[in-house]
């Protein structure tokens, strides 16, 4: 079945929720990424087609000044993917990517980005790691997203995009913790992870957190249904 724009369904939307589309960035995708999750590209479609149903659209944006503390190339000796720790927190040390204002941080162009309401950036601060949308992983900058949402009405939060084990995960766990009449769902067909290891303990710790696992196809046959009555 597809959402085809001449269904009667087309215009139907999913009311008070909001779709939160995490980090499609160039750096992330492509052989020519930076820190390239395996078939990242593959998750835009599926966000393109869900992305009208939604009354509320925000994206966010990884957005690293050059100096940044997670980069591999700012601790002597550290290589891409090892771990270490960034003023004692726990760090999966990165290679350089989506630095301010360069290509690596744009959305990707194939991202309907005429339907993105709100952009939120995160991992400004060279001292902490940022993954969720809702505040950097020591709790100093909160992004204000949890208010935007609340301010806009929002009940139910539908999260996809990349990386699954870290930016989406981390997201999706923020916004049960912080907005705990929210129901919180992560649409997995539409999310890719870094690697399958941590995918698939992402996937067991979000059911752990109450997060709903669903996939596009459930989502869009659900206001199919609704679209009909
Ligand atoms: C991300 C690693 C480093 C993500 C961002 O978007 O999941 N992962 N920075
Ligand atoms: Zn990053």
Same mark, same amino acid.
């Given at each position: 079945?597809?959402?085809?724009?001449?269904?009667?369904?087309?215009?139907?939307?999913?009311?008070?929720?909001?779709?939160?589309?995490?980090?499609?960035?160039?750096?992330?995708?492509?052989?020519?990424?930076?820190?390239?999750?395996?078939?990242?590209?593959?998750?835009?479609?599926?966000?393109?087609?869900?992305?009208?149903?939604?009354?509320?659209?925000?994206?966010?944006?990884?957005?690293?000044?050059?100096?940044?503390?997670?980069?591999?190339?700012?601790?002597?000796?550290?290589?891409?993917?090892?771990?270490?720790?960034?003023?004692?927190?726990?760090?999966?040390?990165?290679?350089?990517?989506?630095?301010?204002?360069?290509?690596?941080?744009? =959305?990707?162009? #194939?991202?309907? *980005?005429?339907?993105?309401? !709100?952009?939120?950036?995160? /991992?400004?601060?060279? @001292?902490?790691?940022?993954?969720?949308?809702?505040?950097?992983?020591?709790?100093?900058?909160?992004?204000?997203?949890?208010?935007?949402?609340?301010?806009?009405?929002?009940?139910?939060?539908?999260?996809?995009?990349?990386?699954?084990?870290?930016?989406?995960?981390?997201?999706?766990?923020?916004?049960?913790?912080?907005?705990?009449?929210?129901?919180?769902?992560?649409?997995?067909?539409?999310?890719?992870?870094?690697?399958?290891?941590?995918?698939?303990?992402?996937?067991?710790? =979000?059911?752990? #957190?109450?997060? *709903?696992?669903?996939?596009? !196809?459930?989502?869009?046959? /659900?206001?199919?249904? @609704?679209?009909?009555?």
């Amino acid at each position: 079945m597809s959402a085809g724009r001449g269904s009667s369904w087309a215009g139907a939307e999913i009311p008070n929720a909001a779709l939160l589309v995490i980090d499609v960035q160039n750096g992330f995708i492509s052989e020519a990424g930076e820190l390239p999750v395996p078939g990242g590209a593959e998750v835009i479609p599926a966000i393109n087609e869900l992305l009208p149903h939604f009354p509320v659209r925000v994206a966010t944006q990884d957005w690293h000044p050059r100096d940044h503390g997670s980069f591999a190339s700012r601790h002597p000796g550290a290589k891409p993917f090892d771990r270490g720790e960034l003023e004692g927190l726990p760090q999966v040390f990165w290679p350089d990517h989506c630095v301010q204002g360069t290509r690596g941080a744009e =959305l990707h162009p #194939a991202l309907d *980005q005429s339907r993105i309401q !709100a952009i939120i950036r995160k /991992g400004m601060d060279p @001292a902490t790691d940022s993954y969720s949308g809702f505040s950097d992983n020591a709790g100093k900058n909160p992004t204000g997203l949890d208010g935007y949402l609340k301010a806009r009405g929002v009940r139910k939060i539908y999260v996809a995009g990349l990386a699954l084990d870290y930016c989406v995960r981390w997201s999706a766990l923020d916004a049960r913790r912080l907005i705990p009449e929210m129901q919180v769902h992560v649409i997995v067909d539409a999310t890719r992870p870094v690697a399958p290891s941590s995918g698939a303990e992402a996937l067991r710790d =979000l059911g752990h #957190a109450g997060v *709903q696992l669903v996939q596009s !196809a459930e989502v869009l046959a /659900g206001i199919s249904r @609704a679209g009909a009555v």
